[in-house]
């Protein structure tokens, strides 16, 4: 195999496959990419078993062929490289010269032969979105996933489509986070768990770009994420979701509405008084138009006004101050709506068209 | 004790005092500032017992008093406050309320009595330079300092005054790193050794700009740095500095002139192939115009032509790239001069008039 290439494209194809390279391993096949020059594009593909990538860069290919290399260090190479073309090539042996500007790298790679290839398999119709959009939905939900492999289909994101609407969530089974968004038609329904390490590497290489969009399929264990010269498909977490739509009664007998800014401020510097020994939640009194926040560790205290609008009854309630500030640091309105039903019962923070939906369980006071 | 301040007043002392706060201790007083205000200026010192500090900012002195207080909390609820304003009251019982805009925080501070104050002894004339310039000496040589405590004098650098001339020294045995400047005039023979710690510590809260100066002093066992309205105190090390004078012989038979950039690219690259279980140095052959610079790991190798300026013998040394690169990053000249004996002697990286000084051991191959 013989190709050159640009520096920046083949810098950018390896920061993609990249995230399908896991830490040390004991099989160093799953430490490579397949690297494959074929017609005028030259092809990485890596694969950690969970999540499978294959993207593409334009590359003036010289001889077909294909090869196994370390991706740390070819990230390494080519990143440090001298000059803004790369020559790549290698031989019957697996040997590899990369040279750039004065400088050459050899190095031993492998044959293809023991490589994971991604799994051939169909997929249904593609549901098509922006990047930028399905970025946010991510970053505006994946922060309540459970990290706790015990309960793995909490690590993931229940993916669901009905009609033409398509509806992320996560829930650690004390609070649940809820992104919707109207898809632009109908399409079959799907209910699938993604993981959320797949969410959080595919959030990292989409573009910021509106216009920019995804196409999304699903097989029986598969989703395929298809963007620009990318193609990454993950494995589903099996199993079957919480009934969300059980916890969503819209049931409220007090609405306060919040100045964002305002409210952040005092529930981030809340927070500072909640020590590892000291788990004492923020009070909030909501009375009039005027919520007191409170909170004790065992050598300080805090407590501030703030003003709010609020309809219906007065309310004390017991939270934890930093599932709030999560939320608040997402959400982009600059105020917010908090719905409560009594002491016990779960805070939702949503706007009025439910295109979010945050619920908190309270901290008995 | 009362009074007011501007919040940006109250930061910047939080951020210059901090620096002598640990991280958790078993003395709670050790994690405490000793917050005092006279006059129309609040005083803030911290003391870690290598390291004290004493910083001031002016306030609206309502009552005079003095109180100790957790240096972290305060940081973190002054940080966050809501209001450009604070207000900061203690009582007899040391009861600490901070306010600010709607805003109160109530802590139990603690009485001054266990405090270890700044030692009140005499120290030398001061000498007066450039705070830019000082912080740029110490990051210039501060890398090579040891970080085993097994060999306590190594893990500090060597303050050397002799006439008008301030010295700067450390090494680690393996190399030396040295700058010197001309003072504004002559000053008594002074020749101590202060912690690397200390040294970092300062440089991040001296200024950028050249037009302030730092006033220098000393004792027997203490160097003092005065600055703006702060005082930083630290203990020395004991002991006697390697003889430095005898390893800056200026015999050389090859001396290499290198574009600076260009070898930085090259050698920082090289580094790409010191895994932990290789440790081979990197082989810099140099002949005529050119030095070819090679290394080679269990499965990988890496060669490159850099263009040179020789003067003297062929030559052919292996040094490790790290040390190499760790000087690169501190010298802001365009060429650089690199000064040979013969393989097994050091080899010198230093400029004309000597103002930096670089020594870095071989490695046999």
Known sequence: MKFTCKKSDFSNGINIAMKAILGKTTMPTLECFLIEAKGDM????????????????????????IVLMNARNLAGYVSHMPD????????????????????????????????????????????NISQFTLKEMIHQTIFSISSKENNKILTGELFEIQGDELRIASLDLIRVSIRKIKLNKKYDKIKVVIPGKTLNEISKVMSNDADETVDISFSKNHVKFEFGNTVMISRLI?????????????????????????????????????????????????????????IKSSHSSMNEDVPIHKEGKDLKIGLNPKYIVDVLRVIEDEEISMYFFNSNSPCFIKNEEESYIYLILPINI
């Open 42 to 65: 030259v092809k990485l593909t890596s694969n950690d078993m969970q999540l499978g990538i294959e993207t593409s860069f334009p590359a003036d290919v010289k001889e077909e062929g």
């Open 84 to 127: 803004d073309t790369v020559e790549f090539e290698s031989d019957a042996s697996n040997t590899i010269l990369i040279f750039s500007g004065m400088r050459r790298h050899e190095e031993k790679g492998m044959s293809d032969d023991d490589f994971p290839r991604l799994p051939d398999i169909s997929f249904s119709d593609k549901i």
């Open 238 to 294: 099996e199993g079957n979701f919480f009934n969300i739509d059980q916890m969503l009664k819209n049931n409220y007998e007090t609405k306060v509405t919040v100045n964002k800014s305002r409210f952040f401020s005092c529930i981030d510097s809340s927070t500072l008084l909640m020590t590892e020994t000291d788990k004492n939640p923020v009070i909030f009194t909501m009375q009039d138009d005027e919520m007191k926040v409170e």
